[in-house]
């Protein structure tokens, strides 16, 4: 069987990351939203438009969803390829959408704090289409996530490390071949040239991987998904815990 990479410098260089696990959540230590906030007034969208649609990049190298002026602002620092993620995804994105973004007393960013190759991978292509795609190719490759382990797999061990030792212009573009990738992207909007021009753009994947390291320290990120609410981490692993947060900080 193919082990995916658990060693902090999985890739065959320059890239080196510290690498969080998948699930171990927040951290009491660093505090928690405030327990009794005091409600938080909806903000109304500009007319035919909803703040769910309302997509951007951020400074720190994730996307926004959302009122940019939200009050209560939500991050969440998340793997393509930890199953806790997918799980979140799975549970969280209709009723944060609908309930909380939209009501523009939440904004929502998601971080890609990647772990291994596939994840990187996989994180560079969902950036490459428009901002607006971002959060829909996201949720849909945690919603098929199994099919890309599968495929590494089916390829066996000798291809897999193969991929991973490539040439870094050539690395990612086989990564995406023997899991799958292009087709599956290709079938959103993706096509494989636009996906081969985005694989090869070095300075994103260096980028994606020196902020997992310089935010990883910052704000003590020992495993994914991992939630910041106004800056701060909290103790939370699934929709329901990340929910109460949100309410306990006014959006109620």
């Known amino acids: 069987m193919i082990r995916l990479p658990a060693k902090t410098a999985f890739f065959a260089a320059p890239l080196i990351l510290a690498l969080a696990a998948c699930g171990s959540g927040g951290d009491e230590a660093t505090g928690s939203a405030p327990a009794n906030g005091e409600p938080v007034a909806s903000v109304a969208a500009p007319a035919g438009q909803s703040w769910s649609e309302t ?102 061990e000798q291809a897999y490390q193969g991929a991973i030792s490539a040439p870094d212009d050539q690395r990612y573009v086989a990564i995406a071949e023997i899991t799958g990738m292009f087709d599956f992207f290709a079938a959103r909007g993706i096509s494989r040239d636009q996906a081969i021009s985005c694989l090869q753009n070095a300075p994103t994947a260096t980028q994606l991987a020196e902020n997992t390291q310089a935010q990883g320290e910052q704000f003590d990120i020992t495993g994914t998904p991992t939630f910041l609410i106004n800056g701060r981490k909290i103790e939370a692993l699934t929709w329901p815990e990340v929910q109460t947060a949100l309410q306990n900080a006014g959006a109620r």
């Open 55 to 156: 997509i951007s990049q951020t400074a720190e190298g994730g996307y926004v969803m959302g009122n940019p002026d939200a009050p209560i602002k939500l991050v969440e620092y998340g793997s393509l390829t930890c199953s806790h993620c997918a799980e979140f995804s799975g549970n969280a994105m209709e009723p944060l959408r609908t309930e909380y973004v939209d009501t523009g007393r939440v904004s929502f960013e998601l971080r890609n704090f990647v772990r291994d190759p596939i994840d990187i991978t996989g994180a560079m292509l969902t950036r490459c289409g428009a901002d607006e795609s971002y959060f829909a190719l996201t949720d849909q490759f945690w919603a098929n996530q199994p099919q890309f382990f599968e495929a590494v797999q089916n390829a066996g």
